[in-house]
C-alpha cells in the first residue's frame, strides 16, 4: 500500500508495496520505503529506506537513511546515513556519510565537494567529460574559470539540474 499523510506539516509518503520505474519529487517531501522498490528515484528531503526494503536503484535524494537492503549509485546532496541493519552495495557519492557500526558496504565512495572539477561534474552528472568541457567552454554550465581549469559550485549546478537546463 502507498499512502500520503500529514505529519505537522510534513508530507510523508510511506511505500509498502512493490514498486519499479522512474519517481522524481520536485518539492520536498518525506518518503520512506518499506517494500521493494526497482528503477530510478530522485527525492527532496528526505529518503528513509527501512530495515524491510530491497532497493535496486539509482538514487539521487538530499537526506538519505539507509536500513534496508540497497543497490545502486546513491548520491546524497547533504548527508547520507547507513543505519546498523544496512547492507548497501554501489558507488556513494554523499556530501557527509555517517556509518552506524554494524552497516555492511561494498563498493566505492567518493565525498562530494561544494566545488566540483569536470572530471567530478561528469561523474556526478553522468555524462562524459567532452560534455563539460564543451558546456563550459559555451557558457551552457554555471562554471568559474581557476587558471586553466574550470570550476564547478555543486549547489549552483543542482539548482542548474532542477530548472531542467542540462545540455541546453
Known amino acids: 500500500m502507498t499512502r500520503f499523510r500529514r505529519k ?4 510523508v509518503l510511506d511505500v509498502d508495496a512493490s514498486m519499479q520505474g522512474n519517481l522524481a519529487f520536485k518539492d520536498p517531501v518525506n518518503i520512506r520505503i518499506n517494500g521493494k522498490f526497482e528503477g530510478n528515484l530522485e527525492t527532496k528531503g528526505n529518503l528513509t529506506i527501512a530495515p524491510s526494503a530491497n532497493v535496486l536503484a539509482n538514487i539521487i535524494g538530499d537526506n ?8 545502486g549509485r546513491i548520491t546524497a546532496r547533504e548527508a547520507l546515513t547507513l543505519l546498523p541493519t544496512a547492507i548497501v552495495e554501489g558507488e556513494l557519492f554523499p556530501t557527509k ?3 552506524t557500526e554494524g552497516a555492511i558496504f561494498e563498493g566505492r565512495c567518493s565525498m562530494l565537494n561544494d ?10 552528472l553522468e555524462v562524459d567529460i567532452n560534455s563539460i568541457m564543451e558546456w563550459a567552454n559555451s557558457g551552457k554550465v554555471p562554471a568559474a574559470r581557476d587558471g586553466e581549469l574550470w570550476k564547478f559550485d555543486r549547489k549552483t549546478i543542482d539548482s542548474w539540474i532542477a530548472k531542467g537546463k542540462v545540455g541546453k
Open 8 to 11: 505537522s506539516e510534513d508530507k
Open 64 to 71: 538519505i537513511i539507509i536500513g534496508g537492503r540497497v543497490k
Open 97 to 99: 556519510l555517517n556509518v
Open 115 to 124: 566545488f566540483l572539477n569536470a572530471d567530478e561534474l561528469a561523474r556526478y
